[in-house]
């Protein structure tokens, strides 16, 4: 079975540009988690969905970060402007509560440096 | 809230030791407990898990046993490898959202 998917795996750019970032969860799932990872921080739970609707996106950082679940194999973090402070290694991951168990398997991240 | 306490790291111990990383949470009502490992570069994997007290979650030799009274997660390993190499994080989940409250982590070095 195919795990979480994100993509890119990694993403280069310059302060100020749009960068976005995808998630296709495990098929059957119908949660969704997205993270931050810094060596800061630590990990940080952004915002996570329940069959596509947002649930809570109190660790949002800033109005500049938004995310969108258009349907229940694919989501999007998009971040407008970026800022070199946003540098870190984003997860995806998803869960099904359809199961009763609230196991969340994550994808294999995606590393962004903003210059 | 919730809270999630690991030891800090690095710990470094040479092949085949005895390996013990503490985990204490806080927290109201009766959450699952997880161990996830981080290789370098990759994302989290589960390690292991528990739901309920007394229960012992156990994978790959690792284990780690659900104490309500000391409301700890504790993960051991009798003997470890170089391969295990990673980071270790310790987790809980909020029964009413299932939301994950992660520890920070415990970087383990196994010196051959």
């Known amino acids: 079975d195919a795990g979480v998917i994100q993509s890119p795996r990694h993403e280069v750019t310059e302060m100020g540009q749009e960068v976005t970032l995808r998630c296709k969860p495990i098929s059957g799932h119908n949660s969704l988690f997205w993270y931050r990872q810094t060596m800061m921080r630590g990990l940080e739970l952004l915002i996570y969905f329940n069959n596509n609707v947002p649930i809570d996106d109190s660790g949002m950082p800033e109005d500049r970060f938004s995310a969108k679940m258009p349907n229940a194999s694919f989501s999007t973090l998009k971040i407008q402007p970026s800022e070199p402070r946003d540098s870190a290694v984003y997860f995806c991951a998803s869960s099904s509560l359809r199961a009763s168990t609230d196991t969340q398997y994550f994808g294999p991240g995606t590393r962004l440096t903003v210059l | 809230g919730d809270s999630v306490t690991q030891m800090e790291g690095p710990v470094t111990l040479s092949e085949e030791a005895f390996l013990t990383i503490n985990c204490t949470y806080t927290a109201t009502g009766y959450p699952s407990l997880f161990w996830y490992v981080q290789y370098p570069g990759e994302g989290l994997q589960l390690l292991l898990k528990a739901t309920k007290a007394d229960d012992k979650g156990s994978n790959k030799g690792f284990e780690a046993t659900y104490r309500k009274e000391t409301t700890s997660f504790h993960l051991e390993k009798g003997s470890v490898q170089v391969s295990d190499s990673a980071v270790y994080f310790c987790?809980?989940?909020?029964?009413?959202?299932?939301?994950?409250?992660f520890g920070t982590g415990t970087r383990l070095k196994v010196l051959a």
């Open positions: 987790a809980l989940s909020d029964r009413g959202t299932y939301k994950y409250i």
